[in-house]
Structure formats: C-alpha cells, structure tokens
C-alpha cells in the first residue's frame, strides 16, 4: 500500500515562502503522476498543480502560477511544492496525491492514493 506524507507546513506572513514535501512509500513513486491539493475551511478541495512521472510536464492553477513551483526527485521518492509570494487566500490544508496510472490530472478523483495534509496558514 502506498503512503504519502506531508510536511512542511506552517505559519508564514504574507509575501513569505514555504516548501513543501511530500514523502513516498511502499510504491512505485517514480511511476505515479504526483498532485498537489488544497482545502480551505468551508470550501471544496482544489487543484493546485500537477508533475507527470517523469517530471517534464507541470501544470498550474491559475491562482498557483507565477508563485508555485511543484518538482519531484524520483530518486528520493519525494514530490515537492515551493510557494512563494504567500497571500493569505493561500490558506488551507494542502495535500498530495499520486496516480498509478500515471495521467495525474485537475481532478482529485483521477489520483489513488492521498497523504493526510499539512497546514499552511498564511497571516496579512
């Protein structure tokens, strides 16, 4: 069974930064499209960005663009999301996810296996 676990997660003021990872095991990491999500309270989860399995292709939420970075190190079967110029908007439990199938994609039913969640709070 495959397991993700976040970290990386905390309080940061606003016009900050923070890295996320997103730690893989008992799996084929370097097989797996890697997702990043993210859920505000009171609000659905959200697509945040997407690296294919071999890392080549990434793509963005229109909110994450420009400030979001997600890169991946199949060697340590660790997927990663560097976020810069935090808004407070930013605010939310942030997950990752894998697909076996190796599509990944925006929607979170398209990814298999989900990590617990880290949480970035984001002050103004």
């Known amino acids: 069974q495959v397991q993700l676990v976040e970290s990386g997660g905390g309080l940061v003021q606003a016009g900050g930064s923070l890295r996320l990872s997103c730690a893989a095991s008992?799996?084929?990491?370097?097989?797996?499209?890697m997702g990043w999500f993210r859920q505000a309270p009171g609000k659905e989860r959200e697509f945040v960005a997407h690296?294919?399995?071999?890392?080549?292709?990434?793509y963005y939420a229109d909110s994450a663009k420009g400030r979001f970075t997600i890169s991946r190190d199949n060697a340590k079967s660790t997927a990663f999301l560097q976020m810069n110029s935090l808004k407070p908007e930013d605010t939310a439990v942030y997950y990752c996810a894998a697909d076996r199938g190796g599509s990944g994609g925006r929607k979170s039913t398209s990814y298999d296996y989900w990590g617990q969640g880290t949480q970035v709070t984001v002050s103004s």
């Open positions: 008992g799996g084929t990491f370097g097989t797996y499209a």
């Open positions: 690296i294919s399995w071999t890392g080549v292709y990434t």
